[in-house]
């Protein structure tokens, strides 16, 4: 059994549903980003996305492109996120998913990206825009490395979830909204129908992201699905961090990482019973 599944196990058993933050490293620095993970970690998170900054995340919406930007002008590239990855892994209890476009997978070299993958210890892999028909080599080197490559199911992909479930490892990543990610005001009416429909075709655990922005929307959508994922809600709060780091303000840089986890805390608190409201 795989991190992923054993966090999920772990989690139907308590009752409880898994809250996934999602930070792009390096955003405003590798250090704070690392210092973030860990305050996540304390507060609960029980797998962390982390986004390996990019030119063209053709996914993401204006606040984790600005994020990319910001870690990118920093100087962060694939090999400083790696290595930082290797430093946290013995002090992170979450299971840890690198979220990546193909582009840069496939200029590492997609065996050599999944063999370091495992060497450093993250537990599952997002390419969200590889497409089912080129994923072949990429789940071949997931598999031999016991890496998880992650789907992303959409409300457009009707003819095609039995084939990306199937495929599927570690969970299956249910997308709330058509379009990039970003903030959404409310939840898809449709969305419980959607998570049903993804669920008729596996037995891996669902969870939704793409517009999760509030504790009332986590709390909502904990009550079909099996996890809440959170992005831009996240990143945006990194964006003061970063306003302050520019500036030297050392004492406000802490007080923004500070509001960052207490909104991090408050949108994993619902899930905790989310479980026994199905």
């Known amino acids: 059994m795989s991190s992923i599944a054993e966090t999920f196990k772990r989690l139907q058993e308590r009752g409880e549903k898994a809250f996934i933050p999602f930070l792009t490293a390096g955003d405003p620095s590798i250090e704070i980003t690392e210092q973030l993970i860990l305050e996540l970690d304390r507060i609960g998170a029980d797998i962390i996305e982390i986004g390996i900054p ?130 959404r005001e409310t939840v898809n009416e449709d969305l419980p129908q959607i998570v049903a429909n993804v669920k008729q075709h596996t037995n891996l655990p669902v969870a939704v992201g793409f517009g999760v922005g509030s504790p009332e929307q986590a709390e909502i959508i904990g009550r079909y699905a099996d996890g809440v994922i959170v992005g831009s809600a996240l990143v945006k709060r990194v964006g003061p961090i970063a306003e302050a780091l520019a500036a030297g303000d050392s004492e406000l840089v802490e007080v923004k990482k500070r509001e960052l986890v207490d909104f991090a805390a408050s949108l994993k608190a619902p899930l905790r019973q989310s479980g026994a409201k199905v």
């Open 54 to 183: 990019y030119s063209d995340p053709l996914a993401d919406g204006p606040t984790i492109q600005e994020a990319a930007l910001r870690a990118l002008h920093a100087g962060v590239r694939m090999p400083d996120v790696l290595e930082m990855v290797r430093r946290l892994r013995p002090q992170v209890q979450a299971s840890l998913v690198l979220f990546t476009y193909a582009n840069p997978v496939f200029q590492w070299g997609v065996e050599r990206f999944f063999e370091t993958a495992r060497e450093i210890g993250a537990n599952g892999v997002i390419i969200p825009d590889l497409p089912l028909e080129e994923s072949e080599e990429a789940l071949a080197a997931a598999a031999k490395n016991g890496v998880d490559l992650v789907p992303l199911v959409a409300p457009t992909s009707q003819q095609r979830i039995s084939k990306l479930c199937a495929q599927g490892q570690g969970f299956i990543y249910c997308v709330a909204a058509l379009g990039v990610t970003g903030v």
